[in-house]
């Protein structure tokens, strides 16, 4: 009977996480453990990246799924646009577990920190892709258990010295396309990526200075380990 319901669960989790309606919709994938080769067109000639990134658990649970939310990855609450131009409020009535619930996004996921040129001040990507912690599961082809993850966002900014040269800060304000009403702050007080093989930073968010929502060690990579997100935060649907 146990095994029945696993199988129920998984075919649950695999039609909501693999919808193919038109609307983007969170996908189920396993994240790589490692730097993975980006696919391009290798006639054109681009300068070297400077990528860094891990895996992460998160310090404060409230705004992380805030900040998920602000970014559409979930969320139980909405507003559609009606044939007539007006907007309509919705909440959608889930279980504990469901993939539309931040809840079910909470506690880890991995952060990635691409600089374009060695030096600072110069634009930086940052992408975040929320890991799963709900109860649906998803199995890889021999059978063992993969973990699920959801569609990556990713912000381009600058990131600026700070502490005579010693650190540096991104500053993500919604203006950068993040929605939402709080800026995303990143920042390594003592380390930067002109210098150093890791990063210490942490990543502030909310009101006024913003509270921890991550607190990691980065490793820099010889390329991503996570391909560039596909769509925008407006372009997400939760």
Not at 18 to 38: T, W
Not at 120 to 146: C, E, M, R
Request: charged letters at 20%; proline letters at 5%; hydrophobic letters at 30%.
């Amino acid at each position: 009977m146990k095994s029945k319901i696993n199988f129920i669960a998984l075919i649950f989790s695999i039609g909501f996480l693999l919808s193919c309606d038109k609307s983007p919709a969170i996908v189920a994938g396993q994240l790589p453990q490692g730097p993975v080769q980006v696919v391009g067109d290798p006639s054109i000639n681009t300068a070297p990246r400077y990528v860094y990134g891990n895996h992460f658990k998160v310090y404060s649970t409230n705004q992380y799924k805030t900040l998920l939310e602000s970014c559409r990855r979930c969320g139980v609450k909405r507003l559609l646009q009606g044939p007539f131009g007006q907007t309509q409020y919705q909440r959608i009535w889930t279980s504990y577990g469901d993939p539309k619930r931040c809840d079910s996004w909470s506690s880890q996921g991995y952060v990635q920190i691409e600089f374009v040129d060695n030096k600072l001040p110069t634009t930086a990507k940052f992408l975040i892709q929320p890991k799963y912690n709900g109860y649906l599961k998803s199995y890889n082809l021999d059978g063992s258990q993969a973990d699920i993850w959801g569609e990556p966002f990713e912000i381009t900014a600058e990131a600026r010295a700070i502490n005579e040269n010693k650190g540096f800060e991104i500053l993500v304000s919604p203006a950068d396309g993040f929605l939402g009403v709080y800026s995303i702050v990143i920042k390594s007080e003592y380390t930067n990526h002109v210098k150093d093989s890791k990063l210490e930073v942490e990543i502030n968010y909310g009101e006024s200075d913003g509270y921890t929502v991550i607190s990691q060690t980065l490793d820099k990579l010889s390329k991503r380990a996570v391909q560039p997100a596909r769509f925008k935060c407006s372009q997400y649907t939760n």
